[in-house]
């Protein structure tokens, strides 16, 4: 199967496929971003209205008591990091930005809590400039599908994509491909009996029975 059929089948499956932070600008977007390293969309969508009400710009949360942001976000895993996190990138966007959420990656990563994942994040979704950002979902189902080699890294895993699917496309099959990852392609017991990848997927041989029935 070609990229191009690859992304027909993600057309046709996830139309709508679209960022699940919730978020009112840019500021708010990266913030989320930040906070949604190794956690689920829905556990920062929970947390952030009373951050976000308690600090609603980057001057306020460069301003913030760490332990007032801590019980904010505690819920999170890793919660104590992240609020140093999102106090650093606040402060960071304030003194050098003025206050403005930066549109380009070496800006971006130069920011405490921002890696080269994040960066296209915010990239595609602030300021709507083709990226590609890779994360758990992405990997998995590139390498399932034969776009990635098991053993690639998450930057070789970006550069192959990129390669293989048109510039114009970045950010909307980056979606599709977390959807995909979310609601089907599960790492644990995937959906295989729905999916339109099954007769090229890697992982076929350890997931082609569901409840007694044959996915091909
Ligand atoms: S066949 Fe199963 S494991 Fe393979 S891509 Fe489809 S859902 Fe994922």
């Known amino acids: 199967m070609t990229p191009e059929e690859i992304i027909g089948h993600l057309d046709r499956l996830y139309p709508d496929a679209r960022c699940e932070l919730d978020h009112r600008n840019d500021y708010e977007m990266a ?3 930040i906070l949604s390293a190794q956690t689920t969309d829905a556990s920062v969508n929970r947390v952030t209205p009373g951050l976000f009400e308690r600090f609603p710009d ?10 007032e942001v801590e019980e904010l976000i505690s819920s999170l895993g890793l919660y104590r990091n992240k609020a140093r996190s999102i106090i650093g ?3 960071g966007v304030t003194e050098r930005f ?9 800006e971006l990563v130069s920011l405490p809590g ?8 915010i990239l595609a979704e602030c300021h709507g400039i083709p990226s590609l950002a890779v994360d758990t979902h992405v990997s998995r189902v590139s390498k399932r599908l034969g776009l990635a080699y098991a053993k690639d890294t998450v930057d070789v895993i970006e550069r192959k994509l990129c390669r293989k699917i048109p510039r114009e496309r970045w950010i909307r099959t980056h979606h599709q491909m977390i959807f995909f990852g979310r ?3 599960h790492a644990r017991n995937p959906k ?9 997927c890697h992982e076929k041989k350890k ?3 569901i409840g007694g029935l044959t996915a091909v």
């Open 192 to 200: 295989c009996i729905r999916c339109p990848f099954v007769k090229i």
């Open 31 to 33: 913030v989320a971003v």
């Open 89 to 91: 990138f606040a402060k």
């Open 183 to 185: 609601y089907l392609c």
């Open 58 to 67: 980057p001057a306020s949360l460069a301003a913030a008591d760490q332990q």
């Open 207 to 209: 997931n082609l029975k």
């Open 98 to 106: 003025e206050g403005r959420v930066p549109a380009s990656m070496d």
């Open 114 to 121: 921002v890696g080269r994942k994040c960066a296209n994040v």
